[in-house]
């Protein structure tokens, strides 16, 4: 039977359609549809609104079914549907039949079943689970070292096992008693995060560390330097620090008006004024924002940053 029959009975259904009817409306018997059904394993009726368009759809499941029907490749299956072929090849790994065979209809109900929400919070459910990730991180223990402590300890039993997300998002929640004092970092709320979104303070022209020229790595040539920043107690005084990688030699740089960029600039250039020219090579820095205008200390110091 063509594939768009299939599609056209079961779309039939998910509109309401009776079983009897829908095999009427697109022309089989009703003992064919019934073992379209029951070869479908069921039929869920999706939310329109709550499926995001990155999902497979049941379209794109039948145009997986009909490539690997004519011997595709799933890269070229992967380019005909628009999507990565890593994902092609994993929705065909874990939504196949028991018997190895990929039916679009039974892959489809089963990613909507694995979908469903909502769904209880696994340490919400588990008092064991629970009263585990509460002790640990009483014994200032971190999410990440008790995922990994769970795993290790639990390999045959799902139910005791959480990653880091499931954690933090529990204790967030307030799952695991008082937020205070829960955290290392004594964090009580939730530090936003900005996968993706460019970091609107981030340092324009940085010469990478892996770019700075091969001789600074042997130790052999001096006038190559490392650069730090110490902030003392109550971020109240500062003070900078070059070290000359050959001989160990430490400078310090004096920050009796402030540490933002432009008073590091200045006293960059004033303090390293006396050194001579052939001993000013390189200067390594980390990324803080204090060498903003690194461009203005290597246009007057000579050094390249």
Known sequence: MPTA????????????????????????????????????????????????????????????????????????????????????????????????????????NQALLRRHRPKEEKIRSSEPLRTLVREKLTEKWSPQQIARYLAREFTNDAAMRACPETIYRALFAGLLGRRDAKLRTGRTRRKRQRRGVPTLNKIKNMTLIHQRPAEVNDRTIPGHWEGDLIIGRGQNSAIGTLVERTTRYVHLIHLPHGWKAPQVRNALITQTAHIPPQLKRTLTWDQGRELTLHKDIEALTGFRI
């Open 5 to 108: 029959v299939k599609k056209r009975y079961f779309e039939l259904l998910r509109e309401g359609y009776k079983g009897a009817a829908a095999a009427r409306v697109v022309g089989v018997s009703a003992s064919c549809g019934s073992n379209w059904f029951i070869e479908a394993g069921c039929m869920i009726v999706p939310d329109p609104g709550s499926i995001s368009p990155r999902f497979l759809t049941q379209n794109d499941r039948i145009a997986i079914a009909d490539g690997l029907h004519a011997k595709q490749t799933v890269k070229e299956i992967a380019a005909s549907i628009g999507k990565s072929f890593q994902t092609v090849y994993r929705k065909i790994k874990r939504n196949a039949k028991p018997d190895g065979s990929y039916h679009p209809w039974w892959a489809h």
